[in-house]
């Protein structure tokens, strides 16, 4: 497969451009620079809250350091009986999941990207109607629950979303984006639709696809809608459900509940931080894997425009 | 270069039906293709379809949604006889334009710049920073906010008191509010909104750029007149479903916020409704809700898929 | 001889009396019965949020007792109504479920109507503990007065929270104050905390009060340990609703004037967390607040929460005092003065028609179970040993294990809570808890003393929203209630509103709307005396 080479950084010619070079440095550098800076603090103190006792907080919440490390709400969250299978169901979600819901997202897009098909028009209709019309809780829950017996089961998380109408869109468009003369060349060639597929148009789409399968396993992380509607047995909840009802009973009225254990409130502010950063940061383990084909020019060689 | 076709007009509706077949199996991969994609939309999408009719219906337990007494346009009149829905009503339009005026604009402006920076660890870094803020939920956020915001003991304020004198009431202002709702949004997704205009802008030809450089063009007009067209056709369908996505203002997010005296400003449609508990007991009310927010946000990517056709830019077709 | 006959006989007939005050449960001492026939298994769904239900020790145990096996389905805590909604009007309608609601609620009324759920008085010889333990203010809750005032679903009563308020002694001292007794003498706490530095740290960061849960039907600012200072009355005495009441507008009064004086934390309407103010006095940060759910710290074991308390204020002392009582009461007769409880109801238990013989039949043991004294023990409380470390039969409390003790290896079933909102009953059959016992011996007598005369002399009105009617004029008002608690009130405390903007919009809005409680009222209780 040749005629794409990945390269990188910039044009070297130094003396003509380098006062514009210098400008353009100086504002990209800053304004990404302090943006990210400001994305970051908030979970530095997230991090900080996480490892600091709330008395500490609440006595000094601007200090950027924990003055006292303490590792009890991490070992608090960690014990939670349901953790460990909420780790265990979500993962099922994200590597069972993200394969299906790609496969069908490219193998949809593709003809919706050829406008001359007859009944092309009518079937993204259909696609684009879905997105704003649903029938709501509870011919869903009949149709999940009942008819298709999907009560409790972990496949009920992942069928009813399987394809996103909006990343289709954004799949449909980028593959519009190519240039479709190569294409063209195949099926003259002789190859098969199915074969141009696979054979020519994926390998051009490397980068939209690592962004909606970046997109997809994110998802499926954070999945937890459909588990309100779906599960109920506490050890098939995902992560994220788990985590929630670890910080449920806050958002609920228990005063009047009479708990007077006040121990089995496990909810203080420094667990919600640890709950944060577990739930975070196995995710943000993913995109590295995938930077690389968001940083990246791809010159098509052999095709000129 | 066009080539001449005679071509034989069908006459006969068998002969129509003939090309048809022979089309389709011409096509055949291509259909193939369609069908996976169209059963799962019968499914999972069409057959609970008919679930939106609740909201024209006295729902009964027993009698189930399709044989529900019919009351037609009851429940819809319910929702603007609410008093203070006008204001409501405005209050959630005018931050939903807001918010589609400002938060698209910031993605790609810092994917642009982004792109142009030089050192690549620099870049991994920035990125990865950046897309933090999307993973924390808003009732996660909800506590360091007030942490820092507070005008009693929050950072920023002590440190605008110390320069200026006064603090700034961001939480309990109602003039405010919008500002922080905008500030807040673009904090969380702006990072996480660049990914898509950065992998678009990966796949413009290099050798663009290099054809620039010959032509003289500076570092800057290179990004006007080549990084910023190759992503128009993004650009366009992102905000064809923004504003598709109008009517819906992040609940969380502005409930969080919301609080007595900011209220004038903070009270939107779904807060309000979600206040006043019918969503609680009633399914008709709510999916009358429901049905009135999806026409509208569809009424409007009819206009705007219609607008970005006539400039020219990608649409939905 | 005969006058010591007298006197020993006199002593063992006091001791006799004294003890049967104390004839409490206690789980070691009495005996537990044990299921002897077949298990049946029910499914149940209920709002159990953080409970883990494989090998829970508290269910088999209630197994084990009662041979009742539940088959839990566990629905979002915080959507439960409409999810529970959702389940039955698919046509999924488990034997037994929980409503986190009263006979108020729509669609409870709907199911009555359409003969989904049993009427329970149709299963009384099957749950007579039920008609004995609740009395008839209590079982109004699930009764459906526009059907046929049936019962269609026990009521889960609610123990009383604390008739107190808790104040920090030490500061007390330190300021030269007695316990806070009426509205005024708060008032003088609340601005000294606030402006003379208590905790002697030098940073003005103490201040008086704290109130949060501001929306919940008035919450925090009109909270039942303070409505008696201002004479306000429950509706069902008044037959007026609250804000229409003289009291209402001096209370609003007293809060505007306490946060000019600086005695009011300045932001407390910004937090919706409803524990904020309990952390905000665990921190030391604040001189008292209203809600709060038990004052353990006052309790001579500490729970966790107190030793939070004591772990943040080395120095510091909880001290409770009583509701607050109106201007020119003294601490002397406080003890005589008059007090009223309204009770409060937690959802309600249904059964339903689909269910078979045998399932109703276990539904109901397991609804008569949890109406006995051992049965409340069970599942509020769990197993000693095992959810809890020991019992207090006096005080009628449970000893918690510490985290340390939890953590253990080899007791990981110590991790597992007990599961308050599987209790069908959450109060002793008396009503009564007593949450704090003071820190000497002597305040401890004290408020045993108190809690014997004056709990057992409170008398108990019932809760409007039971009165036929009133929920629907509370649905036709929502918008006007939610407006008064998330912006009215709060704006007049703050100074942002005026006094006359409020009570403009209070009598000529708000007020008109619900004239027709009197009405209602009088259909109930007769006409006002």
Redesign the interface.
Known sequence: MNGVVKLSGKPKNKIKLRVDDKAMAIICYTVVGLFSLLCFLPFWYVIVYSLEPYSLYLKQPEIPWPAEISWTSYRLVLKYGLIWSGYVNTAFLVFVGTPLTMTLMIITAYPLTKKDLKGRNFILTLWVVTMYFSGGMIPNYILVCRTLGLKNNLWSLILPGLCGCYNLILMKNYMNGLPGSIEEAALIDGANDLQVLIRIVLPLCLPILATLGLFTIVGYWNSYFNSILYIYKPDKYPLQRVLREFIATDMVDEVNQGITDVSQQVNNFTAKMAIIMIATLPIMCVYPFLQKYFMTGLVLGGVKE | MPVMMIVKQPRTIREKLLNLIVYIIKKRYLYLMCIPGLVYLAIFSYVPMYGVIIAFKDFSYTKGIMASKWIGFQYFGKVFATSDFFDTFRNSVLLSLLRLCINMPVPIILALLVNEIGSTAFKRIGQTVMYLPHFISWVAIGGITLTFLSETDGLVNIVIKRATGHTIPFLSSAGMFRGLIVGTTIWKEAGWGTIIYLASLSAINLELYEAATVDGANRFQKVWHISLPGIASVISIQLILQCGNIMNNGFEQIYMFQNPLNIRSSEVFETYIYKIGLLNTDFSYSTAVGLFKSIVNIILVIIANRGARLLGQATFY | MKRYLAIIVAAILLMTVWSSAFAVYDPETDGVSVWDGEITTITV?DRL??????NNPILKELERRIGVRLEI???????Y???I????????IPDMFYLWDNSS???FQ??AQ???IWNLEELEDKIPNAFTWLNANDLAYGRVPSLDNGLYGLPRM????PDAIPYRGDWLKKLGLEIPVTPEDLFEYCVAVSTQDPDGNGID?TWGLFIT????KGGGLIDKNIREGFGIEPETVAYKVIPAQEGFMELMDFYHDLYAAGGI???F???????ADQ??FR?G?VGTMF?T??L?HTMPYR???AE?FY??NPDGEVVAGYPLQPNGTTAADADSYFHYITM?C?GVFCISKAASEEAVDAACRFLNFGCTEEGVHLLTNGIEGIN?KSWDPVLR??V??T?AEK?EPGHEER????I??LCVQ??WANYG?L?FGGNTPEEKAEYMRRYNELNHGYIVYDNIDTYPGYADLK?KN??LT??LN??M???YI?G?ITREEFTDWLYNVYCPAWEEVEDIVTAVRGPKE
């Open positions: 769904t949020p953080g409970i883990q239900l494989e389905s566990v629905l979002d805590a915080a959507q109504n409409s999810l909604a959702s389940q039955i009007a698919a046509g999924d609620n729509v669609n709907k199911w359409e003969g989904l609610q123990q009383l929270t960061d849960q501001l929306g919940d934390y300045p932001e309407y910004l937090e919706s967390d409803i524990y952390e905000a921190a940060k809600k759910t038990s353990d729970s966790n929460a939070a772990q943040n409060s937690w809890y409390t449970k918690a294990f985290q953590e991790l597992i809570n007990a308050s909102y959450q109060s808890k949450t649905t929502a918008e939610t407006k998330d912006e009130m709060v704006q703050v942002g």
